[in-house]
């Protein structure tokens, strides 16, 4: 009986922790359907209306929404595949590999962190002025390749998860650095590297401070295309949740991909063990 009314407890919880957080998700959806007037109903209206089709064609009509969809994923993946590459090439050398200053190395490299982005801004900005690259995805992407968060994530992940004797195996068996790399580092990582990923994709697509600085109007990523959308004296919220409705799918589908790959890791990994 006890037993019982602890399953029954924790399905409760689930459920309410589920509601709870798609409530906002599925009330965009409600107003993003609606006109603007919506809002102002008493009681609110809980069912989605008939103009979502019309405020989609307002808001790419409205702000070059299709360019900014289309920037936002090239930047997006483009940083977090390179950080996924780069951070599991890096954990595995600081993990695994003895070289000189490697702990100094990844203590300057986690010191970074420390460091608030917004002091960045200005020489950063100085630099893509010099190369050129203010208002290309060059200056959202080049910066963005690696970080210290995904060197730290996948330096910790691969000392417990990667055994010394499976590399001291592959190395008998005649393999190289970069091949251990391929065939035995990059399997093992997978499961750290998908969640890696789905971060680095999220922060990515919701940054915001950063291309707004260095792009122009005419070529922006979804958050400022969403800021536009939001001007004005009077705002059209029904407008802007549409275009946030919009901007969020592309994470869901990221999410729904990768988190495959987590949970197959995770079994995989409870299988072995």
Not at 76 to 93: E, N, Q, R, Y
Not at 209 to 215: C, Q, T, Y
Request: proline share 6%; with cysteine.
């Amino acid at each position: 009986m006890g037993a019982s009314k602890t399953r029954t407890l924790t399905y409760l919880t689930l459920i309410a922790v589920v509601f709870f957080s798609a409530l906002p998700l599925y009330y965009s959806v409600v107003v993003a359907s609606r006109d603007n007037s919506a809002l102002a109903d008493v009681p609110p209206p809980l069912f989605p209306g008939g103009n979502f089709f019309t405020n989609v064609e307002n808001v790419f009509t409205t702000v070059p929404f299709a360019l900014a969809l289309l920037n936002s994923i090239l930047v997006a993946g483009s940083i977090a595949i390179s950080v996924m590459f780069f951070s599991t090439l890096a954990g595995f050398a600081f993990a695994k590999l003895r070289f000189r200053g490697r702990n100094a190395l990844l203590l300057i490299t986690v010191a970074t962190m420390m460091v608030p982005t917004q002091l960045g801004i200005i020489p950063l900005y100085l630099i893509m002025v010099k190369l050129e690259w203010t208002g290309s995805m060059y200056a959202l992407i080049v910066p963005a390749l690696v970080n210290a968060f995904g060197v730290f994530f996948m330096t910790q992940y691969l000392s417990r998860a990667l055994p010394t004797e499976l590399l001291e195996a592959g190395r008998v068996d005649g393999c190289t650095t970069w091949g251990l790399f391929w065939h035995v580092v990059l399997p093992v990582a997978r499961p750290a590297a998908a969640v890696l990923g789905m971060l680095t994709f999220m922060s990515a697509w919701n940054d915001y401070f950063w291309p707004l600085v260095v792009l122009t109007p005419e070529n922006p990523t979804v958050q400022v295309a969403l800021s536009s959308l939001a001007a004005g004296y009077v705002s059209d919220y029904a407008l802007s949740l549409t275009g946030t409705t919009l901007g969020t799918l592309p994470l869901v589908i990221v999410f729904a991909l990768l988190g495959k790959q987590i949970i197959g890791g995770i079994m995989q990994g409870a299988v072995k063990g």
